[in-house]
C-alpha cells in the first residue's frame, strides 16, 4: 500500500507539475488570440472600419434634370424629352434569348442590337437592368405593356433626352449636347454617369455649367454580391438652371424664311445688344446629335461646301466692303482731315503714283461731300480720305465699333475677326503700302469681319454706345448685366458726327439716288437707313474691266459678297440689321432687299407688346424695343 | 498526524463509496460550471439570433434545442460512475474507430471529405467523437501504468498506435485540420501522463520528417489553405476571401461593436459561414473587442474549470480525462478563433457551444458529462493499480 502510495504521489506530482505548465500554455495561448484581437480591432480598427464601409456602401450620382433653355417669349428651345426605354434584368427574364425572340415578334430587333443586349446581360450581374431598346413610340410601349405576362424580365422605364423643338432653326444659336470626351471626365464626377450629355456647342456649351446643375449622390448598401438591400441617405443635388436667351424664335423663323443658302443675318436691339435673331443658312438639326450621329451624316455635314455646322453670323470672316464707310468717316471727322462739307471730286477712278483704283461708277461721281459719298458709296472720296487719315486710325475707329475685337457674345468659337493695322503686317513681315490704306478706305483689303461685329457696328452707330451683343437674358430667373440701355457707355463720337452719318446713311435708302432705295419701308414702320456694301472676291483684272465684263457671267463663288446694314426706326433706332448674302453680286441687289423685309418682320414683331416680359425677370428687363411706345 | 490521516482518508472513501446515492451525486455536480456552459451556450443563441437575421428561427431556437439535449446526455453522464466509465472506455474507443471506418464507407460527402454520417434527425462527425474516445482510452490505458511503465518505450506502442489509428482515418477522409487536433490530443494525454521530454523529441522529429511527405499527398484545396494562410491577399477572390472578409469585419467592429444585429459585415453576406466556423467574427463585429474578449473569457473559464477539476482528482484516470477532455475544448477554442483572425489556416473547426452545428455540440456536452462524472467522482477509490 505504501509502495502504491508513493508511486502515486509520484505521478500525481508529475501530472501536477505538467498540467500547471499545460495550463500556463493555453492560458497563454488565449492571451495571444487577445493581443491579436486587440490588434486588429482597436489598433487597426479604423482602417478595417473602412474597409467595411466600402465593402457595404455603393455611393452613386443622381443626375440631375439639365436646365432648359428658353427664349424671349419663355418658350422652350432646349429641353427635355422622356424618353421611353424597354429594360431587362436577367435574373427575371430567366431564359433571356427566349424572352427576346418574343420581344422581337412585339419589337424587332436588330441584330446588332440583339447582340448588344446579349453581351451586356452577360457582362452584367443578374439583377443589373439592361437596356434593350430606347425611344419607344406610344405603340411600341402599347404593345410591349400588352404583352407584359409574354415578357418576364422586361420593363419600360422612362429617361430623359434632349430635345430642340426648334430643330435647325436655332441650331446655330442653343447649340447641342453630346456624351462627354474623356478629357471633360475628371472636372465634375457628374460626367462619369451613363447618359449623361454635355453642351458642346453654343448655348449648351456656354452656360453648361448652370444648364447642368449639381449631381446628386445616394448611398446605397450593398451586399456581397453587390444588390442593393437599402438606401442609406440621399444628397439631392441643384437641378440645372433655365437659361433664357433674347432671341424670339417667331422672329428666327422668319428672318429665317427669308434666308437662301449662303445667307446670314443678324438682328440686333440696337440699345441693348440683345440678339433678337441670328440666322445662317444652311443649319442642322441638333436633335441627332441625341441619338449618335451617323456617320454618313456626319460626312454629309462635313462635305457640304456651305458648311451647316459652321455659325457664319459669328464665324464667318469676310471683309465689310461700303458697308464699313460710314467709320472712315467718322475717323476722318474724329482726325479732321476734313469737314464734312469739304468736296472731292469723283472722276471714276484713283490714281496713286501709277496705280489707279476704281470706284464703283465707272463715270465718277463728280464732286461730292460726305453726306453724297456716303448716300452714292462713292469709292474716290474713301480713297482719298484713308489716305488722308492713314490706316492705324481707321483701325483703331473700326475698334471703337466692335469689329476685329473680342465682343464676347456666349457663344463658343467666335472668331474675333481681324482689323488691319501697320503693326499687324508688319508681323507678317511685309511692308504696310500706301496703296493698301487706300483700298482700306472702301471696306476691301485685309479685314476679317464676322456678320455678327458689322451688325454691332452698325447697332453702335444707331445708338452711339458701345453696346455689345449678348443671348443671355437671365440665367436661374437672375438676370444678366446688359438689358438696359445706360449700361452700355458711350463711344465718345461727338453726336454731331454720328448724325451726319446717320443721315447719310438715311438717305441711302430714302433718297433718289441712294444705293438702296428700294429698301424704304412701307409706310407707317418708320424710316429705315442704312448702307450696302459689295465686296470682291476676286480681283476685276484692267482687261476685264475694260471688255465690261459682267458679274453675272462669272461662276457663282467668284461672285462678290451682297451686304447690307440697316438701323431703324430712323428718328429713333431700336433694331439693327446685318445681312451677308454670299456671292450675292450686288449690296443693293441681293442683300438690301433682305435686310429691308427682315426689318418690317422686325418691326412687326415688336411693334405691339406681344408678349409679357420673362416673368422671372418682370423689374429687370424692359421689354424689347419700340414696344413701350405704340 | 501521520497515523491518523490515512484513517480519515479511508473512512472519507468508505463513506462516499457508500453513500454515493443519487441526491448526493446530484448535489457533487459542479453547478457553477453548469451555469458557464449555460453561459456560453448563451452567447451562442445572441450570435446565431443576429445570424440568422434577427430571428430564432433561422439557428438559434435549434441551437438551443441542441443544448437542452446536450445538457441532459451531460448530466445523465456526469451521474455515471467514473470506474464504470474506466472500465467501459476501451470499448468507447473501439466504437469511435468503427464509426470513422464507417464514415469513410458510408459517409455523407461535404466539401471534398467525408465527414459525417446521419443517425436518424443528427448527423454525427466521427471525427469529433473520436477525441473524446481518444481521450478517454489513452486515459484509461495510462491509469493503470505504474511510473517504471511510463519509461518503459514497449509500453508507449499500443497507445502511440491507438493515436496513429485515427488520426490516419480522419486524414484519409480527408479533414487535416480535425487529424492534426486529434494527434496533439494524443500526444497531451502522453505528456501529462509524464513521458519523458526526449520522446517527444524523437516523435517532434518523427512529424517533421514525414510533414513534406504528407504535403506532398494533400489535396489541393488543403494546401490552397496553407499558402493563402501565409499571403491571403494573395487570392483575394478565391480561398483568402473569408480570412480578409473575416478580419475586416473583426476589425471594423473596434472596441465596442457596431451594436446587436447592426453588423455589417455579417449581415451582408460579407461575411461567409457566419453562422458555424465564423460565429465568433459575428461577434467580435456586433461587440466589438469587449464582446469577443468576454466570449474568449467564458470559455476561458471553461478550459480553468477542466484544469481545476484535473488537479483535483485523487485518481489518475479523471486528471488524464479532465486534462484531456480540457485540451480537446482549448483546441476547438483556440483553433477557431485563431482562424477566423487570420492567425493559422482556416480548418473548418466550429467554436464549440456557439457554432451552428449539432455534431460539435453533442460530442462536447458528452465529453463536458465525462468530465463531470470525474468531478463528482474526484475522490472515488479504484482498484489497485495491477503491476
Known amino acids: ?630 | 498526524m501521520m497515523l491518523r490521516e490515512p484513517a480519515t482518508y479511508e473512512r472519507r472513501l468508505l463513506m462516499r463509496q457508500h453513500s454515493f446515492g443519487i441526491l448526493e451525486k446530484l448535489w457533487q455536480i459542479p453547478w457553477l460550471f453548469v451555469l458557464m456552459l449555460c453561459g456560453v451556450a448563451a452567447v451562442g443563441y445572441v450570435a446565431l439570433y443576429s445570424a440568422g437575421g434577427g430571428t430564432p428561427d433561422a439557428y438559434a431556437s435549434k441551437h438551443a434545442l441542441r443544448f437542452g439535449f446536450g445538457l441532459v446526455i451531460m448530466l445523465s453522464l456526469s451521474l455515471v460512475d467514473i470506474r464504470v466509465i474506466a472500465r467501459f472506455a476501451w470499448l468507447g474507443y473501439g466504437l469511435g474507430v468503427a464509426l470513422l471506418v464507417l464514415v469513410l464507407v458510408h459517409g455523407n460527402i461535404g466539401k471534398g471529405a467525408q465527414r459525417w454520417i446521419d443517425i436518424g434527425p443528427v448527423q454525427l462527425q466521427p471525427s469529433e467523437l473520436m477525441k473524446i474516445m481518444l481521450v478517454l482510452g489513452l486515459a484509461a490505458w495510462f491509469h493503470r501504468a505504474s511510473w517504471e511503465r511510463v519509461g518503459n518505450p514497449l509500453f508507449l506502442i499500443p497507445p502511440a498506435l491507438a493515436i496513429l489509428v485515427p488520426v490516419a482515418l480522419i486524414l484519409k477522409q480527408p479533414n487535416l485540420g480535425t487529424a492534426l487536433i486529434t494527434g496533439m490530443i494524443g500526444a497531451t494525454m502522453f505528456w501529462a501522463a509524464g513521458v519523458r521530454w526526449w520522446k517527444f523529441a524523437i516523435g517532434a522529429a518523427g512529424v517533421g520528417f514525414g510533414a513534406p511527405i504528407a504535403y506532398e499527398r494533400l489535396h489541393d484545396y488543403q494546401r490552397a489553405r496553407i499558402t493563402t494562410f501565409l499571403d491571403p491577399e494573395s487570392d483575394p477572390l478565391g480561398a483568402g476571401y473569408n480570412i480578409i472578409q473575416s478580419k475586416i469585419a473583426l476589425g471594423s467592429g473596434g472596441m465596442w461593436g457596431k451594436g446587436f444585429l447592426q453588423g455589417t459585415q455579417g449581415h451582408l453576406n460579407f461575411l461567409p459561414e457566419k453562422q458555424t466556423d465564423f460565429i465568433f467574427t459575428m461577434i467580435a463585429e456586433e461587440f466589438g473587442l469587449v464582446g469577443a474578449l468576454g466570449t474568449l473569457g467564458l470559455l476561458a473559464l471553461v478550459i480553468i474549470f477542466a484544469m481545476l477539476t484535473a488537479l483535483r482528482c485523487r485518481h489518475q484516470f479523471g486528471r488524464l480525462l479532465a486534462l484531456g477532455l480540457g485540451m480537446n475544448f482549448f483546441l476547438y477554442v483556440f483553433v477557431n478563433v485563431a482562424m477566423v483572425t487570420g492567425s493559422i489556416p482556416v480548418g473548418g473547426v466550429p467554436l464549440p457551444l456557439i457554432s451552428h452545428g449539432g455534431s460539435a455540440m453533442l460530442t462536447v456536452m458528452m465529453g463536458f458529462g465525462l468530465l463531470g462524472s470525474a468531478y463528482v467522482h474526484r475522490d472515488a477509490e479504484f482498484a489497485a493499480a495491477r503491476e
Open chain 1, 1 to 630: 500500500m505504501s509502495t502504491a502510495r508513493k508511486e502515486e504521489e509520484a505521478r500525481r506530482s508529475v501530472f501536477t507539475r505538467r498540467a500547471l505548465l499545460l495550463g500556463a500554455g493555453q492560458l497563454g495561448a488565449l492571451g495571444f488570440l487577445g493581443w491579436r484581437l486587440n490588434k486588429l480591432q482597436v489598433e487597426e480598427g479604423e482602417r478595417y472600419a473602412t474597409l467595411a464601409e466600402e465593402n457595404r456602401i455603393s455611393a452613386r450620382l443622381v443626375a440631375p434634370p439639365r436646365g432648359r433653355v428658353l427664349d424671349r417669349e419663355g418658350k422652350v428651345i432646349a429641353g427635355s424629352q422622356l424618353n421611353w426605354r424597354a429594360l431587362i434584368v436577367a435574373e427575371d427574364a430567366r431564359d433571356v434569348p427566349a424572352v427576346l425572340d418574343t420581344f422581337h415578334r412585339i419589337v424587332p430587333l436588330t441584330e446588332t442590337e440583339r447582340a448588344r443586349i446579349e453581351r451586356e446581360v452577360r457582362r452584367r450581374r443578374r439583377f443589373i437592368p439592361v437596356t434593350v431598346r430606347e425611344f419607344l413610340t406610344w405603340e411600341e410601349m402599347a404593345r410591349i405593356e400588352m404583352n407584359a405576362p409574354d415578357l418576364p424580365g422586361i420593363s419600360v422605364d422612362v429617361g430623359t433626352t434632349r430635345e430642340y423643338p426648334e430643330k435647325e432653326h436655332l441650331a446655330h444659336v442653343v447649340g447641342y449636347v453630346a456624351p462627354p470626351a474623356e478629357a471633360d471626365i475628371g472636372e465634375d464626377p457628374l460626367l462619369e454617369l451613363p447618359g449623361i450629355r454635355v453642351g458642346r456647342a453654343g448655348i449648351e456649351r456656354f452656360h453648361d455649367k448652370a444648364l447642368r446643375g449639381r449631381a446628386g449622390s445616394i448611398r446605397l448598401e450593398v451586399n456581397a454580391v453587390g444588390r442593393v438591400i437599402r438606401e442609406l441617405d440621399r444628397r439631392e443635388g441643384q437641378p440645372g438652371q433655365d437659361v433664357q436667351i433674347s432671341v424670339d424664335s417667331e422672329l428666327q423663323r422668319a428672318v429665317r424664311a427669308r434666308c437662301e443658302e449662303g445667307t446670314s443675318a443678324v438682328v440686333l436691339d440696337a440699345r441693348t445688344g440683345e440678339v433678337l435673331a441670328m440666322a445662317t443658312q444652311p443649319s442642322f438639326d441638333p436633335n441627332i446629335f441625341n441619338s449618335g450621329v451617323s456617320s454618313a451624316q456626319w460626312r454629309s455635314w462635313t462635305r457640304n461646301r456651305q458648311t451647316p455646322l459652321i455659325n457664319k453670323t459669328t464665324n464667318g470672316l469676310y471683309a465689310p466692303g461700303s458697308t464699313f464707310k460710314m467709320v472712315v468717316a467718322l475717323a476722318a471727322l474724329e482726325a479732321k482731315v476734313c469737314t464734312p462739307g469739304e468736296r472731292v471730286f469723283c472722276p471714276g477712278h484713283y490714281d496713286l503714283g501709277d496705280t489707279r483704283f476704281h470706284c464703283h461708277s465707272r463715270y465718277g461721281h463728280g464732286s461730292l461731300d460726305m453726306r453724297g459719298a456716303i448716300k452714292y458709296s462713292c469709292d474716290v472720296y474713301f480713297y482719298e480720305m484713308a489716305k488722308r487719315i492713314g490706316i492705324d486710325r481707321i483701325a483703331a475707329m473700326g475698334r471703337r465699333f466692335g469689329m476685329g475685337v473680342d465682343l464676347e457674345i456666349e457663344l463658343p468659337g467666335t472668331r474675333r475677326g481681324l482689323m488691319p493695322t501697320r503693326d499687324w503686317r508688319t508681323s507678317q513681315g511685309k511692308p504696310w503700302n500706301l496703296g493698301d490704306t487706300v483700298v482700306h478706305g472702301i471696306g476691301q483689303g485685309f479685314y476679317q469681319l464676322t456678320p455678327l461685329s458689322l451688325a454691332t457696328m452698325t447697332a453702335r452707330l444707331a445708338t452711339g454706345r458701345a453696346v455689345q451683343p449678348h443671348l443671355t437674358r437671365s440665367v436661374g430667373g437672375r438676370p444678366v448685366k446688359g438689358v438696359r440701355p445706360e449700361d452700355w457707355p458711350s463711344l465718345g463720337i461727338p453726336e454731331r458726327d454720328l448724325r451726319l452719318v446717320r443721315e447719310a446713311m438715311w438717305a441711302v435708302v430714302n433718297e433718289e439716288g441712294g444705293t438702296a432705295r428700294g429698301a424704304r419701308l412701307p409706310g407707317g414702320l418708320g424710316q429705315l437707313a442704312g448702307k450696302t456694301g459689295t465686296t470682291q472676291v476676286r480681283r476685276v483684272s484692267r482687261e476685264q474691266r475694260e471688255r465690261g465684263f459682267r458679274v453675272e457671267s462669272m461662276p457663282r463663288e467668284w461672285r462678290p459678297h451682297a451686304l447690307f446694314v440697316c438701323f431703324a426706326p430712323y428718328e429713333n433706332p431700336q433694331f439693327a440689321v446685318m445681312v451677308i448674302v454670299e456671292h450675292g453680286t450686288s449690296g443693293s441687289g441681293a442683300a438690301a432687299p433682305i435686310g429691308r423685309d427682315i426689318m418690317i418682320d422686325t418691326i412687326n414683331r415688336f411693334r405691339q407688346p406681344v408678349s409679357a416680359p420673362p416673368a422671372r425677370v418682370a423689374d429687370a428687363a424692359p421689354p424689347p424695343g419700340g414696344n413701350q411706345r405704340p
